[in-house]
């Protein structure tokens, strides 16, 4: 198990901003990457955007230009930036490391909701 503990989420008027952190138990350059997905009511977790230790990063068509993928290296947590929310970006976030064996282990998640 690598624990993960997400924090940042909450409610957000449609158009503001939110920063998610992930923070890892160990080293996260011993991942091959880093990402966060979303699931809303009814729907299937989906991915967002990934980072790989290289610093490739990788975004679901829906939040390009809207959203950031960034990592810390130094304090093993990786960032997910998110301006210009939606309401369609309510879910609950899930953070997710994948080793080299391409092993998963997620966080326990954290609302967004974005609503006037």
């Known amino acids: 198990q690598v624990p993960l503990v997400e924090s940042g989420g909450g409610l957000v008027q449609p158009g503001g901003s939110l920063r998610l952190s992930c923070a890892a138990s160990?080293?996260?350059?011993?991942?091959?990457?880093m990402a966060w997905y979303r699931q809303a009511p009814g729907k299937q977790r989906e991915l967002v955007a990934s980072i790989t230790t290289g610093d490739t990063t990788n975004y679901a068509d829906s939040v390009k230009g809207r959203f950031t993928i960034s990592k810390d290296n130094a304090k093993n947590t990786v960032y997910l930036q998110m301006n210009s929310l939606k309401p369609e970006d309510t879910a609950v976030y899930y953070c997710?490391?994948?080793?080299?064996?391409?092993?998963?282990?997620w966080g326990q998640g954290t609302q967004v909701t974005v609503s006037s």
């Open positions: 997710k490391s994948q080793n080299w064996a391409r092993d998963d282990y």
């Open positions: 160990r080293n996260i350059l011993s991942f091959r990457l």
